[in-house]
T-cell receptor, first 110, second 112 residues
Framework: LAKTTQPISMDSYEGQEVNITCSHNNIATNDYITWYQQFPSQGPRFIIQGYKTKVTNEVASLFIPADRKSSTLSLPRVSLSDTAVYYCLVGEGNAGKSTFGDGTTLTVKP | EPEVTQTPSHQVTQMGQEVILRCVPISNHLYFYWYRQILGQKVEFLVSFYNNEISEKSEIFDDQFSVERPDGSNFTLKIRSTKLEDSAMYFC??????????FGPGTRLTVL
């Protein structure tokens, strides 16, 4: 499984756009990129998944460059409730295990 | 919206005792998983289960651990003889295999 590297922490203010970048230099051809969110004492919650280019859903966008060696999760107009740990995962789809890295702790300030 | 449920929410046990953590996956899901998260640390994979057998397990999932799907709805994790270092949040997850994994709220296991 490809190893991922993310910033340990990020701070932002309400209403700002937040971009969290994840490096995965040895991503394999069959690997997808998945992002999860976790609040304290809760299970991880799926945010978005992509393979290449750009994916957008109702909560976030995922940008993946052509070489797929990195990806950027974009959260538009964050609120205080977006304060959480965000995990980038790389692996073959959703049937196999999910390997979590250390994640990025995002703190949104008023 | 369907969700994964776990019971109990908090389990306190004495070292050396057996515990069974219970999960009810989403009804049409075929893949089931257990993860654990020691306080302040990252989420760690324990085991995956498909078609009534273990499909993958980690180094953590040693002979003290077992999983079972005793009926059509429950998925259990048994720890035969708990150790202090087994204290953690244990998360169950399920998936169709095509979409994301859905995680339950977790069971906090405290071993005294």
């Amino acid at each position: 499984l490809a190893k991922t590297t993310q910033p340990i922490s990020m701070d932002s203010y309400e209403g700002q756009e937040v971009n969290i970048t994840c490096s995965h230099n040895n991503i394999a051809t069959n690997d997808y990129i998945t992002w999860y969110q976790q609040f304290p004492s809760q299970g991880p919650r799926f945010i978005i998944q992509g393979y290449k280019t750009k994916v957008t859903n109702e909560v976030a966008s995922l940008f993946i460059p052509a070489d797929r060696k990195s990806s950027t999760l974009s959260l538009p107009r964050v609120s205080l409730s977006d304060t959480a740990v965000y995990y980038c995962l790389v692996g073959e789809g959703n049937a196999g295990k999910s390997t979590f890295g250390d994640g990025t702790t995002l703190t949104v300030k008023p | 919206e369907p969700e994964v449920t776990q019971t109990p929410s908090h389990q306190v046990t004495q070292m050396g005792q057996e515990v069974i953590l219970r999960c009810v996956p989403i009804s049409n899901h075929l893949y089931f998983y257990w993860y654990r998260q020691i306080l302040g640390q990252k989420v760690e994979f324990l085991v995956s289960f498909y078609n009534n057998e273990i499909s993958e397990k980690s180094e953590i999932f040693d002979d003290q651990f077992s999983v079972e799907r005793p009926d059509g709805s429950n998925f259990t994790l048994k720890i035969r003889s708990t150790k202090l270092e087994d204290s953690a949040m244990y998360f169950c997850a399920s998936s169709t295999g095509e979409d994301e994994q859905f995680f339950g709220p977790g069971t906090r296991l405290t071993v005294l």
